[in-house]
Every structure is written in C-alpha cells, then in structure tokens.
C-alpha cells in the first residue's frame, strides 16, 4: 500500500506530556498568556498543577478539577513537589497513623495546598506555608504526576 501525503498527514503521531509544578508564592492565574487577560483564579504558595503548554514566557496549567488556567513562568517550580486538597475536609495528624494525635490547626478545608516532604505508606508528611509539618492520608489529596498521551 502506498501512503499519500494526506494519508500520513491524518495518521501522524504526537506525544503529549503533562508535567507537576508548583506555585511559587501567591500568585495570580490569568485566562490567557499576558497580563492584560482576565483574573482566573488566585492561589497560594504550593498549589499543585499539571503544565500542559507554553507561550512567551507564560505556561498553561490545569488544575484538580481539569480546568486550565495560564501562570507567568517565574511564577511556578518543579523544583519541589506539591499538593492540594480534594476533600471537602481533611485531618492533619502529629504522625503517620489514623488514631494520632490531631495537629493543633486539626482540620483544612479544600483547595488547601501543601509543599509534599515524604511518604510512609498511605500518608504523606506535608509542609503549609509558615513551615508547619503535619502528615495527611492520600485519599484526601491531588498530587499531580507526569502524564503522557498520544495521539494519532
């Protein structure tokens, strides 16, 4: 069988990849890539998300919940890892088990996001914003993990 051009055109393939980063600090998500689009939402330091795309000096990121959003590239890092509340409320624990002692901030609501320091089995020790340490179970987070597709 002989491929034509067009042929090849429909059957070419690409990769997609999706990789976590973290924002930096408190910044400001836009609808487009510059600064003269609209307010799409506000975060703190630590909210996790995938980045899917880059524009001069801006990158489009979607968040827990698949919307996308676009940040200034200085904005956000993947030099730490990061995650996010899902549930409605999660209880943060003195140590790693379900009957530990509740930390003095015992509950966080969701959208609270976390710098990610280590794991023991099904919990994950996580850092908030003043330096606090406390550790999470993983059914209450996001973290964001690298994603591929492909297309055809």
Not at 15 to 33: E, F, M, Q, S, W
Not at 118 to 125: A, H, S
Request: net charge positive; aromatic share 10%.
């Amino acid at each position: 069988m002989r491929w034509t051009l067009a042929a090849l055109a429909v059957w070419s393939l690409a990769v997609h990849a999706a990789d976590p980063v973290c924002a930096k600090n408190y910044i400001t998500l836009r609808k487009g890539p510059g600064d003269k689009e609209g307010v799409s939402w506000r975060v703190a330091r630590y909210m996790p998300f995938l980045r899917v795309d880059r524009k001069a000096g801006w990158v489009k990121v979607q968040d827990l919940e698949g919307e996308s959003h676009w940040a200034k590239a200085s904005d956000i890092t993947n030099k730490f890892r990061c995650l996010v509340v899902k549930s409605n409320v999660a209880t943060l624990r003195a140590e790693p088990a379900k009957d530990a002692a509740m930390m003095d901030l015992k509950t966080v609501d969701k959208y609270t996001p976390f710098k990610r320091l280590e794991n023991n089995r099904e919990w994950i020790q996580v850092e908030d914003e003043t330096g606090r340490r406390s550790w999470i179970h993983e059914s209450n987070v996001w973290k964001p993990v690298r994603v591929q597709s492909i297309s055809f």
